[in-house]
Each structure stands twice: as structure tokens, then as C-alpha cells.
């Protein structure tokens, strides 16, 4: 198993903000545990969701040069259950990004309706105070994350516009509406 | 027109409730970040993070809490902060009390030196002028 708790970017401003969606299906394992009788998406999953959109927001904007690892989770509100056939929209701004660290803003749709709000903290850990060291190869933008941003322009775009997604037959650019 | 010390002292409190997930009655002037209110390290940059928004300021690293002072050998000895380490901390930051930490400089307490009042100083010193 992978993982990658999103399924495609569907939109990639850079530097700005990122639209991820993932489709939750009964086939998942996880699933079945949590829970047997009542299936329902672990909330902790739902918040590695929004980590890994708003931890590639953060990774691009310095072209994945640093080690961005997830330090905070400042606030996380999700009032409602996530059950087998709803689609969950992440969406990912950057509110502060430095040398050292970044926070992020995020707000959690399910099928297309704002359910929650996800705001997180991630530190660029070659920058820290303490001067530990970590191995010198980026361990955390592996092949497998980097191709969900295959086709999108990565270029900072002029204020304003967006970087759209991918070309992909048979998949519309943006998370179908419902 | 200067922005009153109360009205500096009620954003950092919105600021450190919504950063640490305190009560509004703990964040007293006196309350220190780590021992009080259970800041840890990352919490230091969200706190940096979110005056800068509350205030519109810039706060440059190191400039509201030391950044490099415990990583300099002539700074540290034997657990305790040098001469010159205590001189170069109370000249990089006025906004600090040090009366009370300089008769036995321990790193261990330096984060003591950290309390609410002392963000208040440090907001107000920029705010103000």
C-alpha cells in the first residue's frame, strides 16, 4: 500500500495555494476496521490529507529543495463523518512561508460542501536551530508524490492567475460537482 | 498615535490563545511561554507567525527569541551562559528582564526569561517606535 492519502491535484497555484481531491472507497482496507458495523474515513487520514496538499504547496514553493515535514497541526475541525463514496476536496493556502518554517490554511469539502477547516504548521528541518542533521537526499518528495504534479505548469504564474490541471482523457480538470 | 500597552496586551493574548490553545485567563503578563503555558519549540515560529499578521510587522529571526546564542561555544560554559554570551542576549534583546536570570545564568532557565510580558515589550518597542 502507498502512502498517498490524495488521488490528483486539481488545481496548483504556486506558492499560493493547491486543490487535491480524494475519493474514498469501501475497498479500502482501513475501512474495515474503523469501523466494522459504521465505515467512515479516520479523521487522522483526513488530516494527512490536507498534510501531503499543503506539504507539496509548501515543497514547491522552494522547489523541493527542503525537507518539509509536517511540525503542527495548529487547528483541525471536522464535525462531520466521511463515509465509502464521498469525495473529499482539499483545499490549501499558504499563509506565512520563511527559511525555517511555513503555515498553511485549509478548508475540507465533502462532495463539493465545506465541511472543516485544517490548519497546519511544517518545518523546512535542515533549517533547525538545534543543527541536527538529516540524510542528505530528499526523503520526503519521493517519485511517487512528485508525479501527482505531472502536467501542471510550476512556473510562479502572473498575480491572479491559476495553473490549471493536467489534460487527462476522460477526467474532467476539476472535481465533478454534485 | 501609540497604540496602547493594553491594546498590545489583548492581541498577544488572542494571538497566544489561538497559537497554544490556552485559556484567555492564563496568558497573564507574568505567565512564561514554556513553563506556563506549555509552548514547545515549533510553537516559537507560530507565535512569530501570527504577531507579524496581529501587528503587521516583520519580526526577523532571532530578533524576538535567541536563535543561535546556545550553538556558540564562547556563548556556553558548563551549562551556564559566559559573560559574553549574557552581554550579547541582553544587548540583542531589550525587551527582556534579565534581573532575575543573571545571578545564575542557566540555560535551563533560560526559557523562564520568555513571558508574555516579554512580547508585549518586544510588540510594543516595534509598534511604537
Known sequence: MRWIWIDRFVEFKPGVSATAVKNVSLAEEHLHDHWEDFPMMPASLIIEGMAQTAGMLVGQARDFQEK????????????EPVLPGDQLRYHA?????????????????????????????????????????????????TGQFLRLLAGFDLKPPPAGAASSGPDRPGQAPEAPAK | ????????LDKVRETL???????????????????????????????????EKAFSIKIPPGDLFPDNILNNPQFVENGKLTQAGLATLKQSMPHVDFSEFQADPDVNRMPELFKVQTIVNYVQNKVNG
Open chain 1, 68 to 79: 518539509v515535514i509536517l511540525a503542527k497541526i495548529s487547528k483541525a475541525e471536522l464535525p
Open chain 2, 1 to 8: 498615535m501609540p497604540m496602547p500597552q493594553e491594546e498590545v
Open chain 2, 17 to 51: 490563545v489561538d497559537a497554544l490553545g490556552v485559556d484567555e485567563e492564563e496568558v497573564t503578563p507574568e505567565a512564561t511561554l514554556t513553563g506556563d503555558l506549555g509552548a514547545e519549540s515549533i510553537d516559537f515560529l507560530d507565535i512569530v507567525f501570527r504577531l
Open chain 1, 93 to 141: 493556502e499558504i499563509t506565512t512561508i520563511t527559511d525555517q518554517a511555513a503555515s498553511t490554511h485549509g478548508t475540507v469539502f465533502k462532495n463539493d460542501r465545506e465541511i472543516g477547516t485544517i490548519d497546519l504548521m511544517f518545518s523546512h528541518i535542515d533549517q533547525n536551530l538545534q543543527g541536527m542533521k538529516f540524510p542528505e537526499e530528499n526523503f520526503v518528495f
